[in-house]
């Protein structure tokens, strides 16, 4: 077909234009859409929030700020409440390929209506955090009162583990940890290089089951339905593509490449917990899935089914992607 | 007329204490997370959201006064160099302008308060709603609007009118006549 | 029309409603909404204005000037700014223009607690502008000064755009820190300089006073000095032993003068309301033309002109220096419309990899672009600084302040040249890390 009907598309999102989610995941994403769809549809990213804020993406998508946004769900609490299963702590994920596979198929599986709203393309995580700290947690007496930065969820979660929860922007952290403000982060491996923090940190405690972020890639509806039939199959096809093999592991390979930066460069210490001492801990947070659960059923959401539908899923792919 | 600038004077000035209240509250808000959390491990879950909302509104609530006390900078080496009359002229079409802009602006942020109720947003660790300080810092806007109102009428008036009338030409009245005089205030 | 034509009309627009007086942060967010409705939609634009308000006005990042505005307000009201500003005079106000050259190591001293050149500049002007004017010195002087001087808030640590360019380009922040430091001090001396040789040249401009016996000097000391020194361990103490963060910083500063102040019986409830009435005009002002940066920024973006100038850089065939003179030459051009975070962001990420390649040092590049936004913040028509010391004494003509500028934007330009002819002044103390 050779219609005229050619849209450009803007797609904005937070991260340095040096990071891997600009250079391995939107721009080639970008390239092979132009190629599927003969340059009929073309995109052009605005990253480091030159379009839009981070936590305005999402409602910049529906009100045409931009056409195609990548930001995290979280960032806008509330707004999604079913998804927030997929980043509630006592949730075991092996890695990035896991949690993405996990959330990408439980969306299509529970069909939430908090994202009818838009056309979602994708979605990706960061996988498991850890902690990662100035002074060694063995155990959680180690963590007691101690000052972990985190905001959202996850100050919720360290409170339930007697931590103290001190709330501040990822880009505050390396000054609060250079001088001792708090004394360790809970996030992804990735932070350790990407934000230096390895410089300021010695230990780092491997925690699966306590953290996971969840990214969306979306389109404007109205510019979506603007996209011929034919276009539109070539570009699901395109996403599939690049879910499968980009945006699942993407932050796996970013997580293994700080990792041993952080150790073999940095002198990082990686320390493991124990069966039973990881079980303690998850025992300490169930009453956050427990929480989800009764807010869900006040909202007249299935919360049960929702909850067992990421443990299940959670299972299958750890085995998969172990 | 007079009444009405008065009442908008008014507003806007019980607006201000308000927000002066509002800072009030993020400086006793912050200095007891931080001794709570220093002292006892025991910080104020929400301090980081809070301190945001309450700027939100404390901003929001000031602009209307700031904006009757001319507070709001503009580059006036040009336009200060004609006549009273033809400054009123100037003042009522950039007042016109920026009204023009403004007043849908407010409307679009009554909208997105509306929608942010309707949606659920709540901030992320605390999840206090935030539609509430949304439609505050949409009704900070209003009033900033009613101000800049108030100042295009006088403008308009102004141009209209003969110069015999200057009194009515506005004229920018500051919180504290010293800051812009310091030396009188030191002596 | 192509997206950089729109572009170019908007800053022609922008300046034509300047010149007729509009409040600068309504035509900024004025332009910047029909530019960017222009190329996008009208009800997109709104509601990207919406959203830009509402997120500037709610930032906790930027929450931290409010309170630093309010210091410096409650500093001046107390009479604690005034007292430290008489042992200053005392001290070295015999010579030519020294308390412009003290208000430059406080300045600096300041820089150390806060990370922000527009904090640096508020709270500085609160408490040292009405000093300088009681002493009787030039106001275009005693103005553009502290405008220059509130750079040194994000050029010595702790500083929100070392922050901001290490995590756009990867680089360490700590070793950015450290850069800092060494020129930091240099510009703070020449800034100095700047106003000695001013000063000596015409006498008016900063009029020397008699000179203070030692007595006389140790009895101001009791003054004033003692009450600012506690204010100042409080703060930078709690900083250096890592009770609270930069940003809390600002509140705890605030919390401090007020302590200070009705310990020493300086203040009473109606000072104290009037502090906070100054702090909301002026924050309010503050935070409207940041939010009008901002959504000037988005047309600025959606009109590609910015990355389209530093690409063309880019491909230019010249050698490195002359490479290196055209990208702060365009930096100082853009400089003067676009608010220097809304700029790092915007060309960054292709001016950085063009840098890499002639083979410039990445941590030394961190502290040419700090000087560069110090250059954007005092230029006009879009200075910041010069805005927000405008915004505190509000009778001062903005042209007044502007006309003051240019020997310190010569200081920043000459502190340029010192790094480009030896980067080591930047590279030296990070190397040790
Ligand atoms: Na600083
Ligand atoms: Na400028």
């Not at chain 3, 300089?193 to 009791?222: F, V």
Request: glycine share 8%.
């Amino acid at each position: 077909s050779k219609d005229t009907n050619t849209v450009e598309l803007k797609l904005a999102h937070f991260w340095p234009s040096t990071h891997p989610a600009e250079k391995e995941l939107v721009e080639p994403w970008a390239a092979a859409i132009k190629e599927a769809t003969e340059g009929r549809v073309t995109v052009t990213s605005y990253p480091s929030q030159t379009l839009c804020q981070a936590d305005g993406i999402y409602e910049g998508v529906i009100n045409g700020i931009t056409d195609i946004g990548v930001s995290c769900f979280s960032y806008t609490r509330g707004r999604f409440p079913v998804l927030e299963v997929f980043e509630l702590p006592g949730i075991r994920y092996a890695n990035s390929k896991v949690a993405s596979k996990v959330a990408w198929e439980g969306i299509k599986e529970l069909n939430p209506k908090e994202v009818q709203d838009t056309k979602l393309m994708m979605v990706l995580t960061t996988g498991p955090g850890d902690l990662y700290t100035k002074v060694p947690v063995r155990q959680l007496s180690d963590l007691k009162g101690l000052e972990i930065r985190a905001t959202g969820l996850s100050a919720k979660t360290l409170d339930v583990l007697g931590a103290t929860p001190v709330a501040m922007a990822q880009s505050e952290a390396y000054e609060a940890l250079s001088k001792g403000v708090v004394k360790g982060n809970l996030g992804p491996v990735e932070v350790l290089q990407g934000w230096r923090q390895a410089e300021v940190t010695n230990y780092l405690t491997q925690t699966p089951f306590l953290y996971n972020t969840l990214f969306f890639v979306t389109m404007n509806l109205d510019k979506w339905n603007a996209i011929s039939p034919e276009d539109q199959k070539a570009i699901e096809k395109v996403n599939e593509e690049f879910f499968e093999k980009v945006a699942m592991g993407l932050w796996d390979k970013q997580n293994e490449a700080a990792l041993k930066w952080a150790v073999q460069e940095k002198g990082m210490e990686v320390i493991n917990l124990s069966e039973e001492e990881q079980d303690r801990w998850i025992n300490l947070v169930k009453p956050i899935q427990d929480e989800f659960v009764t807010k869900m059923k006040q909202q007249g959401f299935q919360g049960e089914e929702i909850l067992a539908t990421a443990k299940r899923l959670s299972e299958k792919y750890n085995a998969e992607y172990q | 007329m007079d009444i009405s600038i008065k009442w908008v004077k008014e507003i806007s000035k019980g607006l201000d204490k308000l927000a002066g209240l509002c800072f009030f509250a993020v400086m006793l808000l912050v200095v007891s997370n931080i001794l709570l959390r220093a002292l006892f491990s025991r910080p104020i879950l929400g301090t980081y959201e809070l301190v945001g909302l309450l700027s939100a509104i404390g901003i929001s609530l000031a602009l209307a006064h700031c904006a009757f006390q001319g507070g709001h900078i503009a580059v006036d080496i040009v336009v200060n160099r004609l006549s009273t009359k033809w400054q009123a002229v100037i003042n009522a079409v950039t007042g016109f302008i920026a009204l023009c802009f403004w007043l849908p602006a407010t409307w679009y942020l009554f909208k997105y308060a509306h929608l942010m109720m309707v949606k659920g947003l709540v901030s992320s660790t605390a999840q206090i709603p935030v539609y509430p300080v949304i439609y505050l810092t949409a009704l900070g806007l209003a009033a900033f609007c009613l101000v800049l109102f108030v100042k295009f009428t006088v403008a308009v008036r102004n141009a209209l009118a003969d110069i015999s009338l200057a009194p009515y030409v506005w004229q920018p009245e500051l919180s504290d006549p010293v800051l812009s005089d310091p030396v009188k205030k030191a002596s | 029309m192509s997206p950089f034509t729109v572009g170019l009309i908007g800053i022609v627009v922008f300046i034509v409603l300047l010149i007729f007086r509009m409040p600068i942060a309504f035509a900024m967010a004025l332009v910047g909404f029909a530019g960017f409705g222009y190329l996008t939609s009208t009800s997109a634009a709104f509601n990207m204005v919406v959203q830009e308000i509402y997120n500037t006005f709610s930032s906790y990042s930027l929450s931290v000037i409010a309170m630093f505005v309010w210091m410096g307000f409650l500093a001046y009201y107390s009479g604690i700014g005034s007292r430290l500003y008489i042992f200053a005079y005392k001290l070295i106000g015999h010579l030519p223009g020294g308390l412009a050259i003290a208000t430059q190591a406080a300045c600096g001293i300041f820089g150390a607690v806060c990370g922000s050149n527009t904090a640096t500049a508020a709270t500085m002007a609160a408490i040292a502008l009405p000093e300088m004017q009681k002493y009787k010195y030039d106001t275009s002087l005693a103005t553009a000064s502290i405008a220059a001087g509130g750079v040194l808030g994000v050029l010595i640590p702790p500083s929100v755009i070392f922050i901001v360019y290490g995590m756009a380009t990867e680089q360490s922040i700590g070793k950015l820190f450290m850069a800092g430091i060494l020129p930091g001090i240099i510009l703070m001396l020449l800034f100095m300089g700047a106003i000695y040789i001013l000063t000596s040249w015409n006498q008016t401009l900063g009029p020397p006073g008699p000179k203070a016996s030692w007595s006389e000097r140790l009895q101001a000391l009791r003054g004033g000095v003692i009450e600012a020194l506690a204010v100042f361990i409080i703060s930078v103490g709690g900083l250096i032993i890592g009770i609270f963060t930069p940003t809390e910083a600002g509140a705890v500063g605030a919390a401090g003068v007020l302590f200070v102040a009705l310990l020493g019986k300086h203040m009473n409830w109606e000072k104290i309301t009037k502090s906070l009435l100054d702090t909301t005009r002026t924050t309010a002002m503050i935070m409207l033309l940041i939010a009008g940066a901002m959504i000037f920024g988005r047309f600025m973006a959606v009109s590609r002109m910015p990355f389209e100038l530093a690409s063309w850089t880019g491909s230019l065939a010249l050698p490195p220096v002359a490479i290196m003179g055209m990208i702060l030459l365009i930096y100082l051009i853009l400089g003067c419309f676009i608010d220097a975070l809304a700029l790092i962001l915007l060309t960054i990420p292709i001016f950085f990899p063009i840098v890499l390649n002639l083979g410039y040092d990445p941590i030394w590049f961190g502290v040419i672009i700090v000087l560069v936004v110090a250059m954007g913040v005092i230029t006009p028509p879009v200075g910041m600084n010069v805005y927000i010391i405008k915004g505190i004494v509000p009778d001062i003509p903005l042209e007044v302040i502007f006309k003051g500028i240019g020997p310190f934007l010569l200081a920043v330009i000459l502190c340029i040249v010192l790094l480009i002819l030896f980067p080591s002044i930047a590279t030296f103390l990070p190397n040790l890390l």
